[in-house]
């Protein structure tokens, strides 16, 4: 399977602890974008990397959370001291720059704070 | 106000009705709009992309932008029990990044 990769699918953790995330794009990608989705919402964009470089961050994306995408390759998510909101369904998207390129979706890591 | 707006449904039809779906968006500067659909527990999958105005046909779907009234449009034709599913319009914004509406969750019915 070529297509964006996320691991894990699911993830129930207890409020305070931290969690990561990890996405792996389509190979030949240099753009990837973190998105979460909340219970019958449409996702928000959290932040993006070109290449290793993170470029822009979202308002949403508090201290608690990081981001990284080292060597331009798989970018990991982590949230720290995680609380009740965090919990959501947290995509990954990668697409080529350029303004007629597709974004190709994950299926999602849903994360459930307990 | 939101970027862009999409009317949550839920929306329940009858097998071959015609669907019609539709959001508005704020800024007319907007020129790449989508529409994804996103089965339950399923990442976002494109299933239209329109750059301006006018229309785009696909099979049994056509995606209609109207810039003069910030309104787009996603029809479905003999709609399927296949085509259940929740379908987010999508507006792009710099670097190319999406803005979704809140999406619709449409169910047809055999």
């Known amino acids: 399977d070529t297509g964006v990769s996320q691991d894990p699918r699911h993830k129930i953790t207890k409020r305070g602890q931290n969690v990561t995330f990890r996405c792996d794009p389509i190979?030949?990608?240099?753009?990837l974008y973190w998105y979460r989705q909340t219970l019958g919402q449409g996702p928000e964009f959290l932040t993006y990397?070109?290449?290793?470089?993170?470029?822009?961050k979202s308002r949403l994306l508090s201290d608690r959370f990081s981001a990284e995408r080292p060597k331009g390759s798989f970018s990991t998510l982590e949230i720290q001291r995680t609380e009740q909101g965090d919990s959501a369904m947290y995509l990954c998207?990668?697409?080529?720059?350029?303004?007629?390129?597709?974004?190709?979706f994950g299926q999602g890591t849903r994360l459930t704070v307990v | 106000q939101k970027e862009v707006e999409q009317d949550p449904g839920p929306l329940s039809v009858p097998e071959g009705a015609i669907v019609s779906l539709n959001c508005t968006y704020s800024?007319?500067?907007?020129?790449?709009f989508m529409w994804y659909r996103q089965y339950s527990r399923k990442g976002p999958e494109l299933l239209m992309y329109?750059?301006?105005?006018g229309n785009k046909e696909d099979g049994r779907f056509t995606a209609q932008v109207d810039k003069s009234s910030k309104y787009i449009s996603l029809f479905i034709r003999d709609s399927q029990p296949s085509d259940s599913a929740t379908y987010l319009c999508?507006?792009?914004?710099?670097?190319?990044?999406?803005?979704f509406g809140q999406g619709t969750r449409l169910t047809i019915n055999p």
């Open positions: 998207a990668s697409r080529t720059q350029g303004a007629n390129t597709e974004a190709f």
């Open positions: 190979s030949e990608h240099n753009r």
């Open positions: 990397f070109q290449n290793e470089a993170q470029l822009e």
């Open positions: 800024n007319s500067a907007f020129q790449y």
């Open positions: 329109t750059y301006s105005s």
């Open positions: 999508a507006i792009q914004r710099g670097a190319q990044k999406l803005v």
